[in-house]
């Protein structure tokens, strides 16, 4: 499986954003698909992931109530609206996928099988 991440940016902060994560090679409907995040300097950190058993999402603290993930597996794709973009949420935005519909612990990178190579994300403040 091949992933593309696109739609990263430059945006003012209170803006919008949504990302996309292509797949390609071979469908990854009944894949978990999660977001991670590095900003400048920082390690990579988890973002929002989608399951495909019954495409719960999950997300970390930060980003609760203003993004959401979401998947469209006619189209091979995993989604990651942003709203209300905070300077601090400038990093590039990597996909990735898990062979496993669900996961116990999302927030781990080395339960995903498969890496985008990240979009970049600026919000000036």
């Known amino acids: 499986v091949q992933l593309q991440a696109s739609g990263g940016g430059l945006v003012q902060a209170g803006g919008s954003l949504r990302l996309s994560c292509a797949a390609s090679?071979?469908?990854?409907?009944?894949?978990?698909v999660g977001w991670f995040r590095q900003a400048p300097g920082k390690e990579r950190e988890f973002v929002a992931a989608?399951?495909?058993?019954?495409?719960?999402?999950y997300y970390t603290d930060a980003v609760k109530g203003r993004f959401t993930i979401s998947r469209d597996n006619a189209n091979n794709t995993v989604y990651l609206r942003m709203n209300s973009l905070k300077f601090e949420d400038t990093a590039v935005y990597y996909c990735?996928?898990?062979?496993?519909?669900?996961?116990?612990?999302?927030?781990?990178?080395?339960?995903?099988?498969?890496w985008g190579q990240g979009t970049l994300v600026t919000v000036s403040s």
């Open positions: 090679g071979r469908t990854f409907s009944s894949y978990t």
């Open positions: 990735a996928a898990s062979v496993y519909g669900s996961l116990n612990y999302y927030y781990r990178e080395r339960n995903y099988d498969y």
């Open positions: 989608i399951s495909w058993i019954d495409s719960s999402a």
